[in-house]
């Protein structure tokens, strides 16, 4: 007999990429589908359409179905033993949702091996009540954020309740935009999916309940008790959206089933691969990146920070700046999130500005200056941000002892202290706020996990070691989502394989023998960091003026 592979699928705004893996997660394949390049016809731009109203963003789902029919034909071309795979995850792009007709379960149902997913009536268009998915990117239901905050008391109570505040992107507010500007699909929708849930459902053959972590990100659940919120789903829904969306969420480690007979008969699988509920994308990333006790950072176009926060007898602080989700895999833990939207694009700007464009000349400029900056402390918001919410502009202040930060206007837009001081601004705005998510009593955190373009950057690495006082590692692959799909496919497995629900997903990581899939790239110095534990206060002083002169403008 073969030794088990697990497939794992991450479902993108931009493709869909399929991994393979081994019981010890090396990879063992690599296949994807750029929806741009390999599926023009539906005439997307980044795998997405903008519809006929402002902030509008879709996508259609008979793309991602014939994705997941193009996909499949490249791995199997490409040799892997289709009937070697025993189980099946993966992972959504979060916050997405597909709106299954009346007619959808006996059209899964009655799949016909003969016949591809995207063939014309197969599935769709008589399994949909809308042809397109509203997507992450759409930004058209303020108006149903704002509804939705003031039906439970306000911004605070609604992250309170589900662990964060009403944002656009969520699904929550899109439902109740379709419900309120397309009442005929809202009420022909028999069962409302996620991305990730939409996945899982075309492998089972009837539709999947929603999984605990990405349900995190719908504005609809509990975040402490991980079950659907009654008011919440009647303030964007009304009564009947309790049933539209389906059972409780379900944690991943489950076995919702097994695969359905289209994938045997079409594919060649063996009918007792197990499917596992998929995930979001960052829940994802997680699993495949890091454990608990461990911060992950992503340094790409925005700047992201996951923190995996284990089990405590306190609850960690939700705020209205951030994002509390439930752990994929363990129901008492959670993910901690910042979103910054000045990332990268704010760090080219300097390096631009003061090194001519050149990262080498850059990274020499930071080297030179002292750490802290000599006392100045600035602030690179080219675009509104996310963290603090709407601050844009830039602004440099210079900090003595206890004195108030005063802003300084002769420091000169080229002058070489920006190299430095932009990435200790980025990294200073996350360590403050690190302290007052994590509960009370937390043990230190561990590992640094960097990702994103500028992980490549041993200058930055080297400071975000400092600044956070943790050893800095980067991943060995870059598929990290869909490898945490596939690792989520193996915990369903492994539980199964050894009688039971109790096994922990640490366990498993170390009966079975994985491989190291980290690389130690940086070691803090307690002198500096020191200097940098030493600056959050000013930090915070400096960000308070940057908001009160914001809010004056």
């Not at 009655?110 to 016949?115: H, N, T």
């Not at 959670?334 to 700007?349: D, F, H, P, S």
């Not at 373009?453 to 692959?477: C, K």
């Not at 994985?514 to 110095?525: C, G």
Request: charge should be negative; proline fraction near 6%.
């Amino acid at each position: 007999m073969s030794s088990p592979l697990f497939l794992g699928f991450d479902l993108s705004t931009q493709q869909l990429k399929a991994i393979v893996i081994a019981e010890d997660v090396s990879i063992v394949h690599e296949s994807a589908v750029h929806f741009d390049r390999d599926l023009p016809a539906y005439g997307t731009t980044n795998g997405a359409v903008k519809g006929q109203d402002e902030g509008e963003v879709t996508s259609p789902v008979l793309m991602w179905l014939e994705a997941i029919d193009l996909v499949m034909q490249r791995v199997k071309n490409a040799g892997v033993d289709l009937s070697a795979i025993v189980g099946i995850s993966g992972a959504g792009q979060q916050h997405g949702s597909v709106y299954w007709s009346k007619e959808a379960e006996k059209a899964l149902a009655a799949m016909d091996p003969k016949r591809s997913l995207a063939d014309p009536g197969h599935l769709a268009p008589r399994a949909f009540a809308l042809p397109n998915a509203p997507i992450w990117q759409d930004s058209s239901t303020t108006k149903d954020c704002r509804d939705l905050e003031a039906a439970v008391g306000g911004p605070q109570v609604l992250a309170d309740l589900t662990g964060s505040r009403a944002y656009e992107r969520f699904t929550g507010p899109q439902i109740a935009r379709i419900r309120r500007l397309k009442p005929a699909a809202y009420r022909d929708s028999a069962r409302i999916s996620l991305v990730s849930s939409f996945i899982s459902s075309i492998f089972l053959g009837h539709i999947a309940p929603i999984e605990v972590s990405d349900a995190s990100g719908m504005n609809l659940m509990n975040i402490l008790t991980c079950k659907w919120d009654d008011a919440l789903l009647e303030a964007c829904g009304g009564p009947e959206l309790r049933t539209k969306i389906g059972p409780e969420p379900v944690v991943g480690g489950t076995i919702l089933g097994r695969i359905s007979q289209w994938w045997v008969g079409r594919w060649g699988f063996n009918p007792d691969c197990i499917i596992a509920p998929f995930t979001g994308d960052n829940p994802a990333t997680v699993i495949a990146l890091s454990a608990p006790g461990d911060a992950l950072l992503s340094l790409g176009t925005s700047t992201t920070l996951l923190l995996s926060i284990p089990p405590a007898d306190s609850h960690p602080a939700r705020f209205t700046t951030s994002h509390l989700l439930s752990h994929p895999t363990t129901l008492e833990a959670q993910i901690a999130m910042l979103c910054y939207k000045n990332g990268a694009l704010a760090r080219e700007q300097i390096r631009d500005r003061c090194a001519g464009a050149d990262w080498e000349r850059y990274n020499e400029l930071v080297e030179q200056s002292p750490h802290g900056s000599s006392g100045f402390m600035g602030f690179y918001f080219p675009l509104p941000e996310i963290i603090p919410p709407g601050v844009q502009g830039e602004f440099i202040f210079q900090c003595k002892d206890n004195e108030e930060p005063q802003l300084v206007h002769g420091l000169q837009p080229g002058a070489s202290e920006h190299a430095r001081a932009i990435l200790e601004s980025q990294f200073l705005s996350i360590k403050s706020r690190i302290a007052a998510i994590l509960p009370v009593h937390s043990p230190p955190l561990q590992r640094l996990i960097v990702t994103g373009g500028s992980s490549a950057n041993q200058t930055i690495r080297q400071l975000a070691a400092d600044v956070f006082g943790m050893r800095v590692y980067v991943a060995e692959s870059k598929e990290a989502a869909g490898t945490g799909g596939a690792v989520l496919a193996k915990f369903a497995w492994w539980r199964a394989q050894i009688g039971g629900a109790s096994g922990s997903f640490e366990e498993m990581s170390t009966e079975t023998g994985e491989v190291e899939r980290m690389r130690l790239v940086a070691t803090p110095k307690g002198e500096v960091t020191k200097v940098y534990d030493g600056l959050v206060d000013n930090y915070r002083r400096c960000e308070e003026r940057v908001v009160h002169l914001c809010g004056q403008a």
